[in-house]
């Protein structure tokens, strides 16, 4: 342990002496009452500290002491279904020991140490063991077994002593290796280090998200990133919330950095009702919350998101797939800005350190598909939020953070006044996995990559067709170009717009989602031979299976896709009949 003293108070950030020994990114127990703090930098006999808690009151000439050890994470058995701190506190005893508002200096420890787990050992004594080996698995909750892993940076390689299976605390020793070193059931992990893995793999299955215009459209992959910029009150977080919920990723780390509580609220509140559709579970069995808002301090929202991705490398490592949401980069970009302030660092570009980029790539590059220490494949998806001043992506926050994520889900102004959620636009955003997720998609269905395409290249259609509306008016425009125009809302009303607080619409499965497109477009190939031998448009817009078609979203549960065969025979019929109708037309 060594101590030092305050020289120096700048908001979060302390200046302390007598420090020099102690490493960068070292935790230190600032001032009396033990704030929890980390040494960012260290100059000439003056140790910089950022300091994790609220430190009004804190004076200078008090103790500052350091135990040597980074900031750390505890990894274990306990971790699901909790909400913590930027800090790994859990919100829910502190606020039992202290009330709504903390305390300064108050601790316990992240994960239960009382709580009894049931561990099935899988190895014994005398077995060799290599770092991130399975010793034996917890089921954590129902649908969560956990792998006890040898930690990464052991040593030992024998198994000297080793339990067999049993109930155990977090705090008991379940083996000790040759070297002396005991294994426990959960263990410790600085957060800015990222867990090792053996390799880096390809990415190829889609994290299907349940959203159609992700899933169909601009797809992420497991393992991917992802960013959903957009202005303030276009649907961030409720597209954050959706992909939580219905996404088929085995585990969330929901990180709320400097956003509302209430929305944390909304998911502590609305999580625990909701079911998982694949394992029949409760939502909150998969996920873990942490909850840096905006009241709670500027430090500690920094370092939140470290502490996410940490925990989701945890579990990636037991081979998982785990999707992180963090809400938003934009405020945590502003924490740095203002710690960075506060250093007195020289500022760049709308007064962000020079650092940002180096930042988020640290972060976004925490991602993906690996095979893990213990030979488990295991993935990673980040889905960033990032909220523009003004909408205007092209601040520092947007654009850097456009060079580090390959899927862009921009939210558009325009859509979000005229409801139209959720208000990702379909020009401007990208995905850059479609190709990787081809053979999964194709493997449902063979044309989804010229459905997409076909469907793409419609609206792209539509969007120069409504410059000309604008201008002209639609009257002057020829009926297989007024054919686009009437496709293109089916497609914008009955597959982009998706209603979160409808009961059927909330989630589609893959199949449903490529369905209602392919009928939409079947829709467009069948209509445009009707155009083409003349039948006017308003009679193929008139056709009743039109409506059917874009209420399939909301009328028709995912269990009950066999009736879109009774449509598509419908929609095949009607359009016949039209064409008949009009060939005797002709001929008479
Ligand atoms: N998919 C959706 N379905 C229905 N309503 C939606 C959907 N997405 C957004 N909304 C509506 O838009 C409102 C604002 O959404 P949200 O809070 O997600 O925006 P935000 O971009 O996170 O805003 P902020 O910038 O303030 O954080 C919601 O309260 C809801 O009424
Ligand atoms: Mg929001």
């Given at each position: 342990?060594i ?8 908001g ?7 420090l020099?020994?102690c490493?960068?990114y070292d935790v230190?127990?600032?001032?009396e ?12 006999g003056c140790?910089?500290?950022q ?36 800090i ?5 005893e ?14 316990t420890s ?5 709580r ?9 004594e005398g ?10 698995t ?6 969560i077994?956990?792998k ?14 080793m339990?067999t299976?049993g109930d155990?605390?977090?705090?008991d020793?379940i ?5 002396g ?5 959960a263990?410790?992990w600085?957060c800015?280090?990222?867990r ?5 793999l390809?990415m190829?299955e889609?994290l ?15 393992g ?10 276009t ?13 088929d990723a ?7 950095c ?8 909304d998911?502590l509140?609305?999580f ?6 694949r394992?029949?579970r ?9 909850a840096n ?24 490592d037991?081979?998982m ?5 963090a809400?938003?980069?934009s405020?945590?970009?502003?924490a740095?800005?203002e710690l960075?302030g506060?250093m007195?660092?020289?500022p ?6 020079a ?8 972060f976004?590059?925490r ?10 494949t295991?993935?990673i ?23 580090f994520?390959?899927?862009?889900w ?6 979000a ?7 990702i ?9 479609a ?10 269905d ?6 997409r ?10 969007q120069?067709?409504?410059q000309?509306?604008r201008?002209?008016?639609s009257?002057?425009l020829?009926?297989?170009?007024k ?14 717009q998706?209603?979160a607080?409808?009961?059927?619409d ?6 449903k ?10 829709f467009y ?13 308003v ?6 299976v ?9 009328t028709?549960p ?10 598509e025979a ?12 009009y060939k005797?037309?002709?001929?008479s």
């Amino acid at each position: 342990m060594i101590e030092g003293k305050i020289t120096r108070i700048s908001g979060p950030i302390v200046m302390a002496s007598g420090l020099d020994n102690c490493g960068l990114y070292d935790v230190v127990d600032v001032g009396e009452s033990g704030l929890i703090g980390e040494i960012i930098r260290q100059n000439q006999g003056c140790a910089t500290i950022q300091v994790y808690e609220e430190d009004t009151g804190l004076r200078i000439g008090e103790k500052v002491k350091c135990s040597l050890r980074p900031l750390s994470v505890l990894l274990g058995p306990g971790l699901v279904g909790t909400i913590y701190d930027g800090i790994q506190r859990p919100l829910r005893e502190l606020s039992e020991k202290s009330g709504p508002f903390l305390l300064p200096g108050i601790r316990t420890s992240p994960i239960d140490e009382d709580r009894i787990w049931h561990f099935k050992a899988i190895l014994k004594e005398g077995d060799s063991i290599y770092p991130g080996e399975v010793l034996g698995t917890v089921q954590e909750t129902p649908s969560i077994l956990h792998k006890i892993m040898v930690p990464p940076n052991i040593k030992g390689k024998i198994l000297e002593k080793m339990t067999t299976s049993g109930d155990f605390t977090i705090k008991d020793v379940i083996a000790v290796t040759d070297l002396g070193e005991e294994i426990r059931l959960a263990h410790y992990w600085p957060c800015r280090v990222a867990r090792p893995f053996t390799t880096k793999l390809t990415m190829s299955e889609p994290l299907v998200t349940g959203q159609r215009i992700i899933d169909v459209f601009f797809p992420l992959s497991k393992g991917g990133t992802a960013a959903i910029p957009g202005g303030f009150g276009t649907g961030k977080t409720m597209t954050q919330h959706a992909i939580a919920k219905w996404c088929d990723a085995d585990l969330i780390v929901y990180i709320g950095c400097g956003e509302r509580g209430n929305e944390m609220t909304d998911v502590l509140t609305e999580f625990p009702k909701l079911i998982d559709p694949r394992t029949g579970r409760s939502l909150m069995e998969r996920t873990i919350l942490i909850a840096n808002t905006s009241n709670m301090p500027v430090a500690a929202r920094e370092v939140s998101l470290y502490s996410g991705v940490t925990l989701a490398e945890y579990y990636r490592d037991m081979g998982m797939d785990v999707a992180i949401m963090a809400d938003s980069t934009s405020r945590w970009a502003e924490a740095l800005r203002e710690l960075s302030g506060r250093m007195e660092e020289m500022p760049a570009e709308e007064g962000f350190p020079a650092y940002l980029p180096t930042r988020l790539a640290e972060f976004y590059e925490r991602a993906g598909r690996v095979s893990g220490l213990s030979g488990e494949t295991g993935s990673i998806s980040i889905i960033g939020a990032v909220s523009p001043p003004g909408g205007d992506f092209s601040e520092p926050v947007t654009q850097h953070t456009k060079r580090f994520i390959r899927c862009f889900w921009a939210l558009d102004r325009e859509l979000a006044n005229s409801r139209h959620y959720p208000a990702i636009g379909w020009i401007d955003s990208y995905s850059e996995y479609a190709d990787e997720v081809r053979a999964w998609w194709e493997h449902l269905d063979g044309d989804w990559y010229k459905i997409r395409e076909d469907a793409l290249n419609l609206l792209k259609k539509e969007q120069k067709l409504q410059q000309i509306v604008r201008l002209i008016g639609s009257d002057t425009l020829p009926d297989s170009e007024k054919l686009i125009l009437v496709v293109a809302e089916m497609i914008k009303n009955g597959f982009l717009q998706q209603n979160a607080f409808d009961k059927i619409d909330v989630f589609s499965v893959p199949k449903k989602e490529l369905e209602i497109l392919r009928l939409m477009m079947k829709f467009y190939d069948l209509g445009r031979s009707l155009v083409k031998s003349g039948v006017p448009l308003v009679k193929i817009a008139e056709c009743p299976v039109r409506n059917e078609i874009v209420k399939i979203k909301t009328t028709i549960p995912n269990e009950n896709l066999q009736v879109l065969q009774v449509i598509e025979a419908k929609l095949e019929t009607d359009f016949e009949n039209l064409g008949k109708i009009y060939k005797k037309g002709g001929e008479s």
